[in-house]
């Protein structure tokens, strides 16, 4: 394990100190807890959006906290949920009277832990609390039946989520229609990923699966969930049709649509790499008639130090158009 | 029974999950992430000091305040599960501070509801409850039947085992091991042997 | 070798053309050649600030072309230099009359291109030019005599050059006072880096060095140059406070100076792990009574998927603070 | 002699660092980054194709225009001093369209100032100058003293030699060879070794 740290128990918090030491003007925490991470400055009547989950994806999730995103994320330790009284410090931290939103990733400790919450915060505060559970991943599982939860992973498409709820709460929105942009840009939202190397949660030392040389694993997870194949390492041109394949055909699109793009790094694989990806992607798209409005590329949803990629689309309207076009300052999203 | 015995079944509970902290740690290694062996132990040891420092002769608000306790020490799935257990089981008990037989074992049945209520599974699903369902099954007809509730206990411990030997014929759906697939089934379920453990403990804390 | 890529010869170009892909309000290209890339913006009467060098760091050179930083980059192929010719045509393309400043790394053969590339624009074009070339790397060399040039090779702490200088470009100030700006920024700017895992340049298709398992490098070059001193992996505790005594003791610093600190990923080492480093950094600066005004944390130079980091410190005057603190908006750094 | 002479020239190094691409590949390997063996016969291969398309008979023009092209094919750290080495040369003849042996050796000699001019080096640092500047000695020394121009080619090809073997008595001071300090100082220098190709293919330019 080749990594630049000290205790692997120690890990998790001595990450957050440093968080809190290179962000003041953005970030600080609740309750005493350093895994309870809240904005620093608190805008008065806004609904309060709240996320969490485990270690390990940075800038998942804590990174998104700011102006004009998330107001608070508990953390949990490496791949591990936070624990319910964690989220419900950050709650009671973040209401100001308009309710809270909880966005995050369809993981069953995430959930449960997030559910506990939400009644806690309902019986002990009155705070009234809906959640918006983000299952992107097409890897993962089919698509679910109309009205029926998503059985789906979360993944780096969660970026879109926060960011369109983020902007409709600072546009002062009440909880539920908050919740229903979440709701909207979730159903739109779609993601595959790649994998080409594990890795290494500190407290275990030794990686958890492994994929061999010149063999990708298309489909995996982000804590190394299996995928839907493995086999020899294709090229990035091959590789981002067969990923855009499967999340096009999932939505479906149709020639004049719009979206937003995330390319997203795992860990260790380059920008450069990321940048083929968009040349294909663009390629890709502007052959089938669908409009890229945005790119974002670059590391928004990682697995420690695994290798691979991501490719997440937003299928956009007028209204999420505009909400994801608003400024946001957190410590890694900085948008104009 | 008052508060001590809720205590003393705590205290079997949290002996039973520290003996076979090793044993849970393999079993979670081959389907998940291995983890199981320490939530259990370290959970169920926070639920027991809880409700050893407990002041409160209330019954209810003890394994409520047991289970909180379990949820913050570890809030893995099956530590939250565990810890809705015994908070839902102490909302059905509130302001109880004597229980009869037939109470005791309406403990088993709120936790089970709380598992439940938390984790939306069912019997079938390859989880927790393919162990503790059939054991509150026959510990509920036990006690119905009148049984002394020693008797009651040692038919649920080993309904519970039963439950959980068979979980290697059942599909996963829930949590990690359901990302196998197919691939899952012929594997026995570590939560399912939590519940085993759990009625275990029980047997243990009424000879 | 491990990427996603497709032919290793069009591994910069595909990059390049990702780039205009997803950053069309920021940056083109110009003398119909990708790698001669500028600032989508003009600003008249300014002067032009022009970088270069090898590509496989990105952020690096490229990253830092926009509004309130650099005009222009002309890019080489990987760990290569561009050539005297494109940095010629950026610099036609960018000069508005006031003049065009050279800032780039001490690399020979970047050297040896860009001097020619002053001549041509003099010769041919009557294009005032001048050059400031860094040299952070307390590990590469020691620090060279009053008034001599540093024999020290350029690496992240270019960043903060390229900051001060952009701001200053930015603010208007004449051709001569941007130089004595990014001068003394150069002056007070130093890097120490250490290395854990070589990296591959993709027509290579090996790594062209090795660290063996549980060793590190510290002191290693971006492209794998010999570091001052190999070893056990240590704790990042103790890298980085040795790492710190290499960069404080060469300036010196004095309790109550205050610094502006990059901790930098040089590519598969997780922003965590950066985190963890800011934190000592914090602590162990407190302890000397060095103040930081800001930390700046991520991917700002790397090469390619090495792991490993580095830590940079600009020690700050009244001037350079407020250069610092300016904003800007490149593809990859964004200060609001 | 005229602009043909000077094409047979560049087309005799052209050839010689086509003929010599594995040699030096090898040779930088152990170094640099092995890159020397395509650089050189990518860049003289560019600038022969410029000088022979060239349509002026300005033999100054000639050269500069060639150093040109060798510099943005290869902007290496060879290519361009490589690139500056004829610019200047074709900076010191512009206008001339016939020259003399004393002209030819000038050539050589402009052609060193101009990577001198570059590089900043000085003889003795291990680089390419220690293989040109014995060859220049020689070849101007032949001039002066009245020899045909095919002994002074021959002398100085004899000298880069020699200039070039002893190059593993020196400490490299720059580009990537001096990052090993001392451990170069035992090694060849792939740059010396191109200054022995250019006055090798000089000697047969005259033959
Ligand atoms: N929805 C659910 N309801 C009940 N039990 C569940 C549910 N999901 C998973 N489980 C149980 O949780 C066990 C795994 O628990 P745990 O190791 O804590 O999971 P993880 O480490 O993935 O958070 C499984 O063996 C299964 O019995
Ligand atoms: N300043 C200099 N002046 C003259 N020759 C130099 C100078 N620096 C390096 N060289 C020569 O360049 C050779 C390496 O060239 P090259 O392989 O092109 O370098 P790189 O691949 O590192 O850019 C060295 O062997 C040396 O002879
Ligand atoms: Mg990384
Ligand atoms: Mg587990
Ligand atoms: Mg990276
Ligand atoms: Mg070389």
Redesign the interface.
Known sequence: M?????NPEN??K??????Y??HPDLVTYTADDVHCLIAAKKVEGKVGIATGGG??H??LFLGYVGEGMLDACSV?DV????????MHAVTKAIDSGAGVLYIYGNY??DI??F??AAEMADFEDDIKVLSVVAGDDVA?AGPSAPGEKSTRRGVAGIFFVYKCAGSAAANMMSLDEVKRVAEKASANVRTMG?A??PCIVPRVGKP?FSIA??E?EIGM?I?G??GIRHGK?E???Q?TDEMLEKIISDVPYTAGDEVDVL?NGL?????????????RV?KNLADKGIKVHH?Y?G?YA?S??M???SISMLKLDDELKALMEKPA?TPFF??? | MDKSYIQKLLKCIKDIMAENRDYLIELDSVVG?G?LGLTMSDGFAAAYTAAETFEDSDIGKLLYTSG?AM???V???M???M??GLMNAGKVLKGKTQISDAEVAQIFSAYMDGVIN??KAKVGDKTFLDGINPAVEALNASVEQGEPLAAGAKKAAAAAETGYKNTNTLLAI???AA??GEASRTLLDPGAAVAMLIMKAFENSIE
């Open positions: 080749k990594k630049i740290i000290n890990y998790v001595e990450m957050l100190e440093g968080i030491i290179a270690s390990g940075l800038p949990g791949f591990q949920s936070p624990s319910a009284e964690q069953n400790g449960f832990n559910d506990m993962s790649v080409l190397t958890g040389d010149n990708m997870g804590h969930e299996t390492l090229s990035a041109d590789i390319i860990g260790a694989t380059t920008l450069d790499e990321q940048y083929i990806v968009t040349r663009s790119f590329v590391e990682t420690l130090e290798a691979g990629m300052n900085k948008q104009i | 992430d983890d909180k949820s913050t020490a809030p893995s799935t530590g939250t599960l810890a809705s938390r984790g829930h949590g990690r990302t196998r």
